[in-house]
């Protein structure tokens, strides 16, 4: 089973991969947060950053999934990635 960490921008739920020596990760921006593309790719891509900012150091086999909430569509890059090394600093992933 897996387990997960909120944060006001997005929910982690993480878990051991079964079959993959990496850590692979996934996002999702639905669109009841927003119906314009431009805002949820924008969401996207602040996650993609936040996540590649540490892209060396997590430990292998998880997988790992940020599901973004509505509060993101009006965060800054900063606050979200401070949410997500908080985030980070709760699972064992690094």
Request: glycine fraction near 6%.
């Amino acid at each position: 089973m897996g387990k997960s960490v909120t944060t006001p921008f997005f929910g982690l739920y993480f878990a051991r991969a079964l079959q993959s020596a990496t850590t692979r990760f996934g996002i999702i921006v639905t669109n009841s947060l927003n119906k314009r593309a431009t805002r949820r790719n924008k969401v996207r891509r602040m996650l993609r950053l936040a996540i590649a900012a540490h892209l060396s150091g997590y430990q292998p086999g998880y997988d790992v999934v940020l599901v973004a909430f509505r509060q993101s569509l009006t965060a800054t890059y900063e606050e979200i990635s401070d949410s997500f090394n908080q985030a980070l600093s709760k699972t064992p992933l690094l």
